[in-house]
């Protein structure tokens, strides 16, 4: 029997802009629970933690909860794949040697059950605000990254923390902007343009936006914006012929 793909993102696990953090891990580890048998692969596309930053012998605090639940996944023969996004960017080796997870830190082009997959958190994929771009390459930058890992834990992970609370308080209502239109959406935008030059994509799926969108591009190739586990508790799932995307409520069987 054909085993489930599941896709989600934006859990922003430890973030200080969400009241129970204890609660909000709970509820996914509990959607991990729920699907560990029927899975045959779990693709986690960004910003699963608010803040992560590795140093060489320190990760951060928390979480335990959530890393019990996928290396149990693993364990079980579950692939678990684990793009970075742009909270979690400092992801080195410790998921990938002590959860088992295959990490990503890329887009993704991959086959599954015979059709072909676009994966990515989304961030810096055609948005045109230079301010971000010139903070996303800092972020990425090896040389910056061994600055800001010679700085004691005690002080960068509180500044990681802060920064990203703050930055969502800024924002109306603490969320992201709603949909913006097909000619607008910078997502968009940029699938359609790459599907123009890869058009054997039948879905492409993304994070980072915190919105729920299912849109057909063409008569083959369709996108998702899996929205997020802060307000949606939202994902998709691909049983070899049907992508669906869901939302998981307390209680309720699992496809």
């Known amino acids: 029997m054909m085993k489930n793909v599941y896709f989600l993102s934006d859990a922003h696990l430890?973030?200080?802009?969400?009241?129970?953090?204890?609660?909000?891990?709970?509820?996914l580890v509990n959607?991990?629970?729920?699907?560990?048998?029927?899975?045959?692969?779990?693709?986690?596309?960004?910003?699963m933690f608010d803040y992560w930053y590795e140093f060489k012998n320190v990760v951060?605090?928390?979480?335990?909860?959530?890393?019990g639940k996928i290396s149990e996944l693993t364990d079980l023969g579950v692939e678990v794949h684990f793009f970075i996004g742009n909270h979690d960017i400092w992801c080195f080796d410790y998921l990938t040697t002590e959860c088992g997870v295959i990490l990503h830190k890329q887009p993704l082009t991959t086959e599954i059950h015979g059709?072909?997959?676009?994966?990515?958190?989304?961030?810096?994929?055609?948005?045109?605000?230079?301010?971000?771009?010139?903070?996303?390459?800092?972020?990425?930058?090896?040389?910056l990254q061994r600055i800001f890992s010679a700085i004691h834990p005690r002080w960068t992970v509180e500044l990681g923390l802060n920064w990203a609370r703050n930055s969502r308080l800024k924002r109306e209502n603490g969320k992201e902007p709603d949909y913006?239109?097909?000619?607008?959406?910078?997502?968009?935008?940029y699938t359609k343009e790459y599907l123009k030059n890869h058009p054997n994509i039948n879905f492409f799926i993304y994070g980072h936006r915190?919105?729920?969108?299912?849109?057909?591009?063409?008569?083959?190739?369709?996108?998702?914006?899996l929205g997020?586990?802060?307000s949606y508790f939202s994902y998709a799932v691909f049983d070899g012929e049907h992508l669906y995307?869901?939302?998981?409520?307390?209680?309720?069987?699992?496809?």
């Open 115 to 143: 059709k072909e997959f676009y994966l990515a958190h989304g961030d810096g994929l055609g948005d045109p605000d230079k301010k971000f771009k010139i903070l996303r390459a800092a972020f990425h930058s090896p040389f």
């Open 14 to 27: 430890g973030s200080r802009a969400i009241s129970s953090t204890r609660t909000h891990e709970r509820r």
């Open 180 to 189: 913006m239109g097909e000619d607008k959406e910078h997502l968009v935008l």
């Open 31 to 47: 959607f991990l629970d729920s699907i560990k048998h029927k899975a045959s692969a779990v693709y986690l596309l960004g910003d």
């Open 245 to 255: 995307l869901e939302e998981f409520v307390e209680g309720e069987t699992q496809p």
């Open 228 to 230: 997020d586990w802060i």
């Open 60 to 67: 951060p605090k928390g979480y335990t909860r959530f890393l």
């Open 210 to 225: 915190h919105i729920l969108l299912d849109l057909m591009l063409t008569a083959s190739a369709r996108m998702i914006i």
